[in-house]
């Protein structure tokens, strides 16, 4: 069984559904797996698209210790170019759901002490080596909220 050591948090980057995020993912990346394990649309509906055991393509060189969530949105509706935190209070739950999920599973493995809850941009190579990601390191702004301080009441 792999080791655990980051669930992530991913959004869209825009307002498509399932079925046009697996095609952008098989015919434009030419990936053969999912970028993630959970989808979760604007009403909440959490749509599991890989086996926790399995590994996913979220963030290049993590993929075999993560897990990865993505929440559909996450830019301006009117500027898709503009990150902007668009989740919905279902949204939210099904995160929160959707990260406990996660860490039961895991605790059937391992110990979870030492497992964190990161965003996307959290993987930003850390330029000024002053041990915080800060805004203008960030490669992106994937979920577009920090997910380390939303999250980290759930690590206690």
């Known amino acids: 069984m792999r080791e655990i050591k980051h669930i992530v948090i ?3 980057a825009g307002y498509g559904d399932r079925k046009s995020i697996e095609k952008f993912w098989k015919e434009t990346l030419g990936w053969k797996v999912p970028g993630y394990h959970f989808l979760i649309e604007q ?3 959490v749509h599991k698209l890989a ?9 290049k060189g ?19 170019k503009r990150a902007m935190d668009s989740r919905t209070d279902a949204q939210k739950a099904g995160l929160i759901n959707c990260i406990r999920e996660s860490l039961e599973w895991a605790k059937q493995h391992q110990g979870v002490r030492n497992v964190k809850i990161l965003g996307h941009r959290d993987f930003s190579p850390d330029k000024n080596g002053n041990g915080v ?14 997910a380390i301080l939303e999250y980290q009441w759930m690590m206690i």
Not at 51 to 59: D, H, K
Not at 63 to 80: A, F, L
Not at 133 to 146: G, L, N, V
């Open 43 to 45: 009403d909440g509906t």
């Open 62 to 80: 993590f993929n075999t210790s993560s897990i990865h969530i993505c929440y559909i949105g996450g830019v301006d509706p009117k500027n898709v």
């Open 51 to 59: 086996a926790l055991e399995s590994v996913t393509n979220g963030v």
């Open 10 to 12: 991913h959004c869209s």
């Open 133 to 146: 990601i800060e805004p203008w390191e960030r490669i992106k702004e994937c979920p577009s909220f920090d």
